[in-house]
């Protein structure tokens, strides 16, 4: 028995069929005007799984691991694994807590960093924290980051670095490094759950190291000795919201470890600003160390400043990147109560700056806006209703526009946030903020030339992302989109 599928959403036509009538369903289908008036797609547009990710923002980095107890960056690949002997029990949920309290959304952790050492109790090698001979070293990371993730409701992931210094395959000429060492690996680490967010491949490949005790320097294409079409399938069959980083090629690096992006920033292309013209979604991902030494711990390093921290938010979030910052657990294996401090501080901070959306005391409209269709409206008022699915948009072919905002009274403004609905591509080239004290003469914000938009962009109206200043008391604050691919699609603006 089929049973008959009904097509509530097509106001135009709503009709029922069974399975045996899908040839004519496509052909029916594509008769179909646009009921809904919804603006087509301007490619490139984003996979689900891509804006997922994009929605997690801002996000920790853990780097821990044999490096932690070596003082190095790199290791060698020929550490003892006693030489894994953290102080104390390592607590993967107080990372996570300490990044949370950050306003952060979830966390990476490092579980195999280029020395090859796995933190947990991989059948692939020897080179593990089975055999480290102690019983702190024997937590399993990845398991109890994941579990804790989740219980915290917060998004997880693993680095595990595709070059391994310690394993005597790596670069053999066979594919047996990629077949039976990092494929499995990948999948042992997918049994600790499949809701992973990301996983990060690092791109530094090949070079010296100890492979076994052959000491020797040994190259690879990282292009094609990874096998990474068949690993991006498997880990796409199995974790559908999961994207792959860096050698995957779902999201990309933004072409520094200093935490900005460039103001102009596309979704596509690759850099700092990624190319208005390229074909394929890659959005930026910043990495950026939140501390003044390297990526893992090291014995008198400390945290940068709050103010240092936040101009990376506001150039990275704040431009259509995410932020990964790095947070190194130390040598027992906890992020060190400084650390702790310093985030909590920095949540506070992002609340008190971004927590409260005056957008939503203001009274908004547009100076054009898309007819509505059977079943969505375009309305601006689309920007302040809570709704990431509910958009304000043009006509099409519209591409100058002003979106405004009234207060009821004068209000105090430092920032305005804007997202596009990026699920049907990336559009907005050219805006300018615009202010008013009196409601009749508008005045541009003192603000070089601001460009793209794309998942978020954040605009500082004093065009300062160090100085936070005494901020503007105005009556009103429009968004004038200049230039655009197509018609604007805004789904969300705040005013703080
Ligand atoms: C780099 C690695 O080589 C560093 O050690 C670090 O893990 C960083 C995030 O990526 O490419």
Redesign the pocket.
Known sequence: MFKPIIFGMLTAVAFSVTAQDATTLTLKAQELPNPDNEPAPVHPVPTERQVLWNETEFYA?F?YGMNTFTNK??GYGNEPETQYAPLGRPNPRQWLEAVKAAGMTGGIA?VK??DGFCLWPTETTSHSIKNCGNANGQVNIPEEFANAARDLNMKYGF?V?PWDRNSAYYGDGTDRYTRDVFLRQCAELAEYGTDQFEM?F???NGGDGYYGGANEHRSIDAQTYYDIPNLRDSVHTVMPNCIMWGVGGEARWIGN?AGWAGETCWSYGTGTSGDENAWLWFPGES?AKATNSG?FWHAGQSMLSLDQLWQFYLETVGRNATLIL?IPPNNYGLIPDSDVQRLKDFGERLQARLGTDLAKNATVTASETRSRGGNRAYDASNVIDGDKNTYWATSDGVIDATLTFMFPEVTNVHYISMMEFIRKGQRVKEFTIETTTDGETWTPISYKKTTTIGYKRIVPLNGSTTVYGNGYDIKGIRIHITDSKECPLLHTVSIY
Do not use: Q, R
């Open positions: 980095f780097h960056e790199w490092v960093h280029h680095y670095s990060w690092d791109g530094a470890e990495d990526w790095n």
